[in-house]
């Protein structure tokens, strides 16, 4: 879940709407699962633990909104009866970090069991891998667990992905085949930041650039943060893709806000590594 900075509004914005105004601070993505928006999504109040009208202004309420896509919407309404004071949210927690992150995601291979609409299996299980998020504390499980972050088809304790056949054919919920294709993605992207490395052109900024491009395209940052560290364990280079810079090359600086920027409002203490080492 990628950490998230907010700006102050500036007193020429106060009047926007909320969604556009989340939108240009911590671009179009869901601040719960990391995936790219559609053109419809939702704003959540933390602190009342309610839905906000969108096209409203934040008014006072500004340091207390996110956003949510669909599908993490529905998986709010499914738990909104439990309270909110116990989750890890994103804009006041590190919620990822390179080392000991609270969020943890790897690949894992899953018991898959697909459904009919009587709840009656469809043919034998099929052993899968997923992009399976989990928590190192209780505050990141309770939050995945109430957002439903890897479904609410998936038992966590037994790897096993117990899913109706039309829901996976409508993408009700496509988060976690979504990550996993993130993943895929990430790790091809790996391997060509290491193949430029190996054949010595010296200049991997436009490698980097095409890199920053697919991250932002697929989404799921976290996904893109893990793959990339556990493959090169490279601070600098994780903070050039996804560090929330416009130019890859150097030439630019870390900004706050959208929309010519890839990953705005990324909060900077993720990279705690680097702070550690100077």
């Known amino acids: 879940m990628r950490p998230l900075k907010r700006m102050t509004l500036p007193q020429e914005l106060e009047d926007g709407s909320a969604y556009g105004l989340l939108i240009d601070v911590f671009g179009p993505y869901?601040?719960?699962?990391?995936e790219p928006l559609p053109d419809v999504a939702y704003v959540w109040d933390k602190?009342?633990?309610?839905?906000?009208?969108?096209?409203?202004?934040?008014?006072?309420?500004?340091?207390n909104l996110l956003l949510f896509s669909p599908a993490t919407r529905d998986a709010w309404i499914r738990h909104?009866?439990?309270?909110?004071?116990?989750?890890s949210l994103p804009d006041s927690e590190t919620t990822f970090r390179?080392?000991?992150?609270?969020f943890v995601y790897a690949l894992e291979k899953v018991e898959v069991l697909y459904l009919d609409e009587s709840g009656a299996q469809l043919g034998g299980p099929q052993e899968q891998e997923f992009a399976i998020v989990r928590g190192s504390n209780a505050p990141a499980q309770a939050t995945i667990d109430m957002f439903d972050l890897n479904t609410e088809y998936f038992d966590a304790a037994e790897g096993?992905?117990?899913?109706?056949?039309?829901?996976?054919?409508?993408?009700?919920?496509?988060r976690l085949h979504s990550r996993t294709q993130a993943w895929r993605r990430a790790t091809h992207?790996?391997?060509?930041?290491?193949?430029?490395?190996?054949e010595g052109r010296g200049n991997r900024g436009p490698v980097l650039a095409q890199v920053q491009n697919s991250a932002a395209s697929t989404g799921y940052w976290s996904v893109w943060a893990t793959v990339l560290w556990n493959r090169f364990n490279d601070v600098g280079l994780l903070s050039t893709?996804?560090?929330a810079r416009t130019d890859v090359r150097g030439e630019g600086e870390l900004l706050g806000s959208g929309p010519h920027n890839e990953f705005p409002g990324t909060a900077p203490n993720w990279l705690d590594l680097e702070l550690k080492a100077a």
Request: net charge negative; hydrophobic share 30%.
């Open 189 to 198: 992207a790996a391997e060509q930041i290491a193949l430029e490395a190996l």
């Open 30 to 34: 869901c601040s719960f699962s990391d």
């Open 160 to 174: 096993r992905l117990r899913m109706p056949y039309l829901d996976y054919l409508s993408r009700r919920d496509a």
């Open 241 to 243: 893709v996804l560090g």
């Open 47 to 63: 602190t009342n633990n309610s839905e906000y009208p969108p096209e409203q202004s934040p008014g006072g309420n500004w340091d």
């Open 80 to 87: 909104r009866d439990q309270s909110a004071s116990n989750l």
């Open 98 to 102: 390179l080392e000991d992150s609270p």
